[in-house]
C-alpha cells in the first residue's frame, strides 16, 4: 500500500512536470513569434525612416528656404543653451556676441527691401523672430548690446513689429536712427509705433527729425502743427509757412479745429497753455492729449486718455463731449455714445451736431432729423444745424422739406457758408434730375448752383465743401479747366472727403480722358465700398470704349448697391439694346417708366426698343404719351415719324418729322427721316436735299451719305457718284459695298469716255 502511495505520488509529479514542460514549450513558441513578428517590424520601420529621410533631403534641397529656417532654429537653441543652461557665468561681452549671431542667423532670412517692395517675410519667420524677442529679454538686453549695422537693427525691427513686439521694435529703429540720422524709414516706422502708444512727446521729436530729412513733407508739417497747437507756436509758424509755400491754404481740417476747440474749452477761457506736451497733470490736458490722439487716429489710447480725466474730473464737460466722439468711432457704442452725448449736453456742451451724427451713423435719421428740429426750435438761426436739417432731408429723400428748412432760415443765417452751399446742393440736384429726364442740364439751374457755391466761398474761402460744389457745377457746364482748379482747392481743404476721387473720375471722364478716369475709378474703389458711382463711371468708361457687355455688369454692380439709379437702369437698357438683348432692355425700361412716368428718355429708350421688335403700333402709342407731356420733343416726333412710314401711314409721317426740324434744324436724324419719307414718296429732289441736310448736320452720318451716293449711281452721275462714295469710304474705308460701288463707278465712267471718244 505504502509503495502504492509512493508510485501515485510519483506519478502526480511527473504529471506536473510534464505540464510545466509543455507550458514553458508553448511560451517558447509564442517568444518566437513575437520575435519574428519584432523582426519584421524594425525592418519596415527602418525602411520607412530611410523613405522619408531620403524625402526630406529631397524637400529641403528644393526648398533652401526651410532649410535656412532649420539653421535659424539651430542658432537660436545653440545660443539659448550658452545663455542659460550652460551653469557657468558668461561675461558681458559673450553674451552680446552670441546674441549678436542669433540676430544675424534671423536677419539672413529678411533681407534689404526696396521702397517699391512690399514682400513679407518668408513664412515661418515670424515665430523665430518672437523667439529671438523672447531670448533677448530673459537676457536683459538691449538694441544697443547688439552688434549690428543701422541698416540691420532698422530689419531687426521690421521683424519684431510684425509679430507685436512693439518695445523691441521701436528700441531696434532708435537703433538704427542712432546710427544712421539720415536713415528715413527707420524713423518713419519709430514714429508709427509712438503714434500707437500715444507717446506724444517721443513723436514730436521724430517728426522733428524727420524735417530734418524730409523739410516739405506735408504730411509730416500737418502732423508736427497739430501736436504743437498751443504748445510751441513758433514751429507752428514755421511749419504753416512752409506749408504755404508748397500751395497748401488750410493747416487744419475742420475735425482738427472742432477737436482743437474742445482741447480749448476744456483748459477753459482764462487758463494759460502749460509748456510742454505730454505733461498730463489734470483732466484739461488728457483732454487735449486725446484729441491730438484721435486726429493721429489712435481711438484706443485716445480713450484711455479720456478715461483718465474723467477719473479726475467727472464734470469735465469737453471730456463728456470726445469722449462720445471716440465712442461713435467704434462699432456697437451707439448707446453709450449717446449717453456720454447727453453728459456733455448738460454740462454746457454744443452737442447737437454730434448726436444727430451718432444717430444718422446708426441708421436712425429720423430721430436724428427730430433732434435738429427740436434745437432750431429753440435757435432758429444757427446755420449749421439747419444746414445740416436740410441736408439730412434731403438724404432722406424729401427735396421739398430740404428747400422748406433753406426757405424758413432767418436773415441773419445767411451770413455764414453752410446754408448757401445747401442751397447750390439742391440745385444741383434738380441738374440731375433734369438731366436724368431729358439727356442734358438746365443751364439755369447750374448759374443759380454756381451763385449760391460763390456766395458761400465769400463768406468762408477755406470751405472744402463749397469748392467741391463748385467744381461740380463748373462740370456740368463743360468749364473743365476751372472745374479743375476748383478741384484741386477743395481735395487741399478737404483731403479725405469722399467725394474728392470720385469728382477727379468723372471730370476726367467728362473731358474724355477715359485712361485716367479708370485709373482714378479704381483708386477710388479702394476708399469707397458699395459707392454705386464708382461701378457707373467704370461702366460708363467701357461703354465708350466699345466694351458693351463690360458695360452692363459693371451697370449692373450699380443696381445691386442702389436699385433706384435712374442713370445706372438707363444705361443699362442702351447697352442691352445694342447688344440685342431686347428682353433685358425692355425689362429696365419698363421698370423706369413704373417708377418714373414722367421719365422723358425712358419713355423714348421703350420705343425705340418696341420699333426694334417690330411693335410699331405699341411704340407709337408710347410716344404720343410722351409728346403729351412735352410736345416739343423733337426725337420724339422723329421716331412717331418712323412708326408712320412703318406703319404704312407715310401721308402722316411728314408732319411730325417737318415739327421736329422747325424745332432743331441741326437734328440729322430728323432730316434723313424726311428724306427716307420722301423718297418713297418719289421726291428724289427733295430727298437728296434732306438726305444733304442730315450730312451737313452730323458729317459721320454713313446712312445719309450711303442715300446720296446710291441715287447718284442709279441716276448714271458718275462723276458725283463717284465723290459720294469716297465720303462714305472716308468714314469707314472699309465698306464693302462703297468699294464695290465706287470700282463700278470708275469702269463705268472710264467705258463711257471711251465710247465718246473720237475713233480712228
Keep these: 500500500m505504502a509503495i502504492l502511495t509512493i508510485y501515485g505520488v510519483l506519478g502526480v509529479a511527473l504529471f506536473a512536470l510534464w505540464l510545466k514542460h509543455k ?24 525602411q520607412r525612416l530611410d523613405l522619408l529621410s531620403r524625402g526630406v533631403d529631397t524637400i529641403l534641397s528644393g526648398t533652401p528656404q526651410v532649410h535656412g529656417l532649420l539653421g535659424v532654429h539651430r542658432s537660436l537653441e545653440s545660443a539659448e543653451d550658452l545663455l542659460f543652461n550652460q551653469g557657468i557665468p558668461i561675461s558681458n561681452s559673450e553674451s552680446c556676441a552670441i546674441a549678436s549671431h ?59 513689429h510684425a509679430v507685436d513686439r512693439t518695445d523691441w521694435a521701436a528700441d531696434c529703429f532708435h537703433r538704427a536712427n542712432e546710427l544712421d540720422p539720415e536713415d528715413e524709414s527707420a524713423l518713419r516706422s519709430l514714429s508709427e509705433i509712438q503714434r500707437q502708444k500715444g507717446d506724444l512727446e517721443a513723436l514730436d521729436r521724430s517728426l522733428e527729425r524727420l524735417l530734418s530729412i524730409a523739410p516739405d513733407d506735408v504730411g509730416i508739417l500737418k502732423e508736427q502743427a497739430l501736436l504743437l497747437e498751443g504748445s510751441d507756436p513758433s514751429r507752428v509758424i514755421r511749419n504753416r509757412k512752409r506749408l504755404e509755400a508748397l500751395g497748401i491754404d488750410s493747416l487744419f481740417s475742420e475735425e482738427a479745429l472742432e477737436l482743437t476747440d474742445i482741447a480749448k474749452r476744456a483748459r477753459g477761457a482764462h487758463q494759460g497753455v502749460k509748456p510742454g506736451l505730454l505733461q498730463s497733470e489734470n483732466a484739461a490736458d488728457f483732454v487735449e492729449r486725446a484729441a491730438k490722439q484721435l486726429l493721429l487716429g489712435e481711438v484706443r489710447v485716445a480713450l484711455e486718455s479720456i478715461e483718465s480725466a474723467l477719473e479726475i474730473d467727472a464734470k469735465k464737460g469737453p471730456a463728456w463731449f470726445l469722449k462720445a466722439r ?39 435719421t429720423d430721430a436724428a432729423i427730430q433732434v435738429l428740429e427740436e434745437h432750431l426750435e429753440k435757435t432758429p438761426s444757427d446755420p449749421e444745424v439747419r444746414g445740416k436739417l436740410s ?6 429723400g424729401s427735396n421739398d422739406s430740404s428747400c422748406r428748412v433753406l426757405d424758413e432760415a432767418p436773415d441773419e443765417s445767411w451770413d455764414s457758408a453752410p446754408l448757401h452751399i445747401m442751397r447750390g446742393r439742391l ?16 443751364q439755369m ?14 463768406h468762408d474761402r477755406e470751405s472744402g465743401l463749397a469748392w467741391l460744389g463748385r467744381a461740380r457745377a463748373l462740370r456740368y457746364q463743360g468749364t473743365y479747366n476751372e472745374a479743375e482748379v476748383a478741384l484741386v482747392r477743395a481735395r487741399r481743404l478737404i483731403p479725405e472727403h469722399p467725394s474728392i476721387p470720385l469728382e477727379e473720375a468723372q471730370l476726367s471722364l467728362d473731358a474724355n480722358n477715359l485712361e485716367q478716369a479708370n485709373a482714378l475709378a479704381i483708386e477710388a474703389t479702394t476708399h469707397l465700398k458699395n459707392n454705386p458711382t464708382v461701378p457707373f463711371i467704370r461702366g460708363i468708361i467701357a461703354a465708350r470704349l466699345g466694351r458693351l457687355e463690360e458695360a452692363r455688369n459693371f451697370f449692373s454692380s450699380t443696381l445691386e448697391i442702389d436699385p ?16 440685342e438683348n431686347l428682353a433685358q432692355a425692355l425689362d429696365d425700361a419698363d421698370h423706369l417708366v413704373k417708377a418714373r412716368p414722367e421719365h422723358e428718355l425712358a419713355r423714348l429708350r421703350r420705343s425705340e426698343i418696341l420699333m426694334n421688335l417690330g411693335d ?14 412735352n410736345s416739343e420733343h423733337t426725337m420724339a416726333l422723329v421716331h412717331l415719324g418712323t412708326c408712320m412710314i412703318a406703319a404704312g401711314k407715310s401721308e402722316q409721317a411728314e408732319r411730325p418729322l417737318n415739327k421736329a426740324i422747325g424745332i432743331d434744324p441741326n437734328l440729322s436724324e430728323a432730316w434723313y427721316q424726311r428724306g427716307l419719307l420722301y423718297l418713297d414718296f418719289g421726291r428724289i429732289d427733295e430727298a437728296m436735299s434732306d438726305f444733304a441736310g442730315a450730312a451737313r448736320t452730323d458729317t459721320h452720318h454713313i446712312d445719309a451719305r450711303l442715300r446720296i451716293a446710291a441715287i447718284l449711281h442709279e441716276g448714271e452721275n458718275f462723276d458725283k457718284a463717284v465723290a459720294a462714295w469716297r465720303q462714305v469710304l472716308d468714314i469707314e474705308p472699309q465698306h464693302r459695298l462703297a468699294r464695290r460701288r465706287l470700282a463700278e463707278c470708275r469702269d463705268l465712267r472710264a467705258a463711257r469716255s471711251a465710247s465718246l471718244s473720237p475713233k480712228d
Design 23 to 46: 507550458s514553458v514549450l508553448r511560451q517558447r513558441e509564442r517568444m518566437r513569434d513575437k520575435l519574428v513578428s519584432v523582426e519584421g517590424n524594425l525592418n519596415e520601420t527602418s
Design 102 to 160: 542669433a540676430a544675424k542667423a534671423v536677419l539672413e532670412h529678411h533681407p534689404e527691401r526696396g521702397p517699391d517692395d512690399d514682400a513679407s517675410p518668408i513664412p515661418g519667420l515670424h515665430p523665430l523672430s518672437g523667439r529671438l524677442a523672447a531670448m533677448l529679454s530673459e537676457a536683459e538686453m538691449k538694441a544697443e548690446d547688439i552688434e549690428l549695422t543701422a541698416g540691420e537693427h532698422r530689419r531687426l525691427g521690421e521683424l519684431f
Design 326 to 364: 471716440l465712442l461713435a468711432a467704434g462699432e456697437g457704442n451707439t448707446k453709450a455714445a449717446l449717453k456720454s452725448i447727453r453728459r456733455a449736453s448738460a454740462l454746457g456742451e454744443y452737442t447737437v451736431m454730434l448726436e444727430s451724427e451718432i444717430l444718422e451713423n446708426d441708421g436712425r
Design 391 to 396: 441736408l439730412l432731408w434731403l438724404r432722406n
Design 427 to 442: 440745385h444741383l440736384v434738380d441738374a440731375d434730375e433734369h438731366r436724368d429726364n431729358t439727356g442734358k442740364h438746365e
Design 445 to 458: 439751374l447750374l448759374v443759380d448752383a454756381l451763385v449760391a457755391f460763390d456766395k458761400a466761398i465769400e
Design 564 to 579: 433706384d439709379h435712374v442713370r445706372a437702369r438707363l444705361n443699362r437698357c442702351s447697352a442691352a439694346l445694342l447688344c
Design 616 to 629: 410699331w403700333s405699341e411704340a407709337e402709342t408710347e410716344l404720343r404719351n410722351l409728346l403729351k407731356r
